[in-house]
C-alpha cells in the first residue's frame, strides 16, 4: 500500500480559501465541539488497528474524475489506506480506468456492488469490505476539499466516532449548486445544531470519517443512498457516539453527471431529520 508520488493537481482547496483552524477548535458559537462530550462508547481499537484508512469511493460513470480523484487521494492523505472502488456493472466506463490505475497501486481495491444497484447498495458494500478502524465515505466528483483530511484523521484519533466537514459552520463554504438544495441542507443542518444540539451544522454532507467499528454496529436502513450520511449521523447520536465537526469548502461538479434528483430524495431524507427532530 505504498503511495505513490505525483505532481500536484488543481484541488477544491485552491479555489475555496479556508481560514486557518487550530485542531478541535471553532469559532464563537459555532465551535466544533458542541454537544460532543465523551459517550459511552469509546474507541476499543488499539493503535496498530487504527493505522490503515479504507477509503469507500462509489462511482457512476467517473471515468474522467476518478484519475484525478485518486491523485487528490494521494496527496492529502497521510498514512497507509485502501481505495475501495466501489462500481455497479463491468459496463461501467469508470471500470477500466480504475483497473489501469489499480496496476500500479495495489492499494486500489475494484469492488462489485453487491447489495443491489445505486449509491446505497455501494455504500454498503464499502462498509462491508472495510475494517474496523477509520473508513472514510467520499464520492469522486471532486466536489471534497481533501486537504481537510490529516485534521479529520487526528480528531478521529482524538476519540470522535463521526467527523463532519462542514459547508455551514464558520469558516465554511459551498460554492454552486442548485440553490434550493443548498437552501434546504443548510437549513436541515442549522436547525438541527440550534434547535435539538447536534454537534455538527451539516448533517447531510456525505463526505465522512467514520469509526469502521461503530458502522459495523449501526442497522443501515436507508434504501436510496445519498440520506446515509444523514442516517448514521442521527442514529450516532442517539446513541451517545462522539461526533464532531470542522468547516470545509464545497463546489459542484465540473465532469460527470450527478444521479441526485431534489424532489426524488427529499422524502428519504425526510425521514431521518424527523427522528433527529423530533425522535420518530
Known amino acids: 500500500m505504498n503511495k505513490e508520488t505525483h505532481a500536484p493537481t488543481q484541488t477544491v482547496s485552491e479555489n475555496c480559501a479556508l481560514p486557518p483552524l487550530p485542531l478541535g477548535e471553532g469559532r464563537g458559537k459555532g465551535k ?5 462530550a465523551k459517550g459511552p462508547h469509546p474507541n476499543p481499537l488499539s493503535e496498530g488497528e487504527r493505522t490503515v484508512l479504507d477509503i469507500v469511493l462509489p462511482v457512476y460513470h467517473e471515468q474522467d474524475n476518478l484519475p484525478k480523484t485518486i491523485a487528490e487521494i494521494e496527496r492529502w492523505v497521510p498514512q497507509p489506506y485502501r481505495v475501495h472502488v466501489i462500481y455497479d456493472y463491468e459496463e461501467d466506463p469508470t471500470v477500466p480506468v480504475a483497473r489501469r490505475l489499480a496496476r500500479t497501486r495495489p492499494y486500489i481495491l ?4 453487491h447489495e443491489g444497484r445505486g449509491v446505497i447498495g455501494a455504500l454498503k458494500t464499502g462498509v462491508a469490505v472495510a475494517g474496523s478502524g477509520p473508513v472514510m465515505v467520499m464520492m469522486a466528483d471532486l466536489s471534497d476539499d481533501l486537504s481537510i483530511l490529516p485534521r479529520m484523521l487526528e480528531l478521529y484519533r ?3 466516532h463521526v467527523v463532519c466537514p462542514s459547508r455551514y459552520m464558520p469558516g465554511g463554504q459551498q460554492l454552486g449548486g442548485p440553490r434550493l438544495k443548498r437552501l434546504l441542507s443548510r437549513l436541515a443542518g442549522c436547525s438541527a445544531y440550534w ?3 447536534f454537534p455538527t451544522h451539516d448533517i447531510t454532507n456525505n463526505f465522512r470519517l467514520y469509526s469502521g467499528a461503530m458502522l459495523k454496529r449501526l442497522t443501515i436502513e436507508s434504501t436510496g443512498g445519498f440520506e446515509f450520511a444523514l442516517e448514521v449521523t442521527v442514529k450516532a447520536h442517539r446513541a451517545g457516539y462522539r461526533i464532531t465537526e470542522l ?6 461538479r465540473t465532469a460527470g453527471q450527478s444521479r441526485f434528483r431534489l424532489f426524488h430524495w427529499l422524502p428519504l431524507y425526510l425521514r431521518w431529520f424527523r427522528l433527529g ?3 420518530r
Not at 466544533?32 to 460532543?36: D, I, L, P
Not at 475494484?110 to 456492488?113: A, G, K, W
Open 32 to 36: 466544533s465541539t458542541k454537544g460532543a
Open 110 to 113: 475494484l469492488v462489485r456492488n
Open 158 to 160: 482524538a476519540g470522535y
Open 195 to 197: 434547535l435539538r444540539g
Open 247 to 252: 468547516p470545509t469548502c464545497w463546489r459542484d
Open 277 to 279: 427532530m423530533f425522535g
